[in-house]
């Protein structure tokens, strides 16, 4: 069966403490894996698109990073208005544009 | 910034009532897709098409059902609403392999 895990749940940290989030899949085919942010009450809002394994992407403070198995979100030196959920979406191949979405990590970065 | 436009925000309404949460986007995307979304809870797809007069149902189970006769308007309907569809729904859009979400409506069924 195909599956996303985000770890951890929930993360608090200290502006200015860098940190990593997680996603973990286990899918049959792999067309491309997302990071999206969501804010309280929002819709997702799309931060990167990784399409093999060693790809990375960045942009401000937010690195992603894809393996065969897993992908992650470093984090570097938050601010408080980094803080909103992260979610990890997979592509499947075959078939429609499905994405498949992690339960998310809510990311608090207290001043 | 994406064009993708969703009304009511937010709608309490009682049991038995029809509902239609409406979803429009002014990107001329052709992939339109509604999620269903519990608080702190994954995003689960359950209507989805690739162009007018193309819909299909998703993955979780739903009662509501979809129209597609623009390729800008994608509403979703609820003709007898119940407190088990209280929820958060999302709509999106795509070209290629990026979506792109609208501000979600939160329903309360009550």
């Known amino acids: 069966e195909d599956q996303v895990t985000q770890s951890p749940e929930a993360l608090r940290l200290q502006e200015g403490e860098s940190s990593s989030l997680n996603c973990s899949y286990t899918?049959?085919?792999?067309?491309?894996l997302f990071w999206y942010r969501q804010d309280p009450g929002k819709g997702p809002e799309f931060l990167f698109t990784?399409?093999?394994a060693g790809e990375e992407k960045e942009k401000e403070r937010l690195k992603a990073t894809l393996t065969k198995k897993e992908s992650f979100l470093h984090i570097t030196a938050p601010k408080p208005e980094d803080s909103a959920t992260y979610l990890c979406?997979?592509?499947?191949?075959?078939?429609?544009?499905?994405?498949?979405f992690g339960a998310g990590t809510r990311l608090a970065v207290h001043p | 910034e994406a064009d993708i436009y969703q009304t009511p925000r937010y709608l309490v309404i009682g049991t038995g009532k029809k509902i239609t949460l409406e979803c429009s986007q002014t990107?001329?995307?052709?992939?339109m897709y509604w999620y269903q979304q519990d608080p702190g809870m994954e995003l689960h797809l359950i209507h989805y098409?690739?162009?007018?007069?193309?819909?299909e149902k998703g993955d979780l189970s739903s009662e509501s059902t979809v129209s597609r006769i623009r390729t800008e308007h994608f509403p979703l309907t609820l003709e007898s609403a119940r407190p088990s569809h209280t929820s958060q729904y999302l709509c999106?859009?795509?070209?290629?392999?990026?979506?792109?979400f609208g501000q979600g409506t939160r329903l309360t069924v009550v």
């Open positions: 999106a859009s795509s070209v290629g392999t990026e979506a792109f």
């Open positions: 899918v049959s085919g792999l067309r491309g």
């Open positions: 990784l399409y093999s």
């Open positions: 979406a997979v592509h499947l191949s075959g078939g429609y544009n499905k994405l498949i």
């Open positions: 990107m001329g995307h052709d992939k």
């Open positions: 098409s690739y162009g007018v007069n193309s819909t």
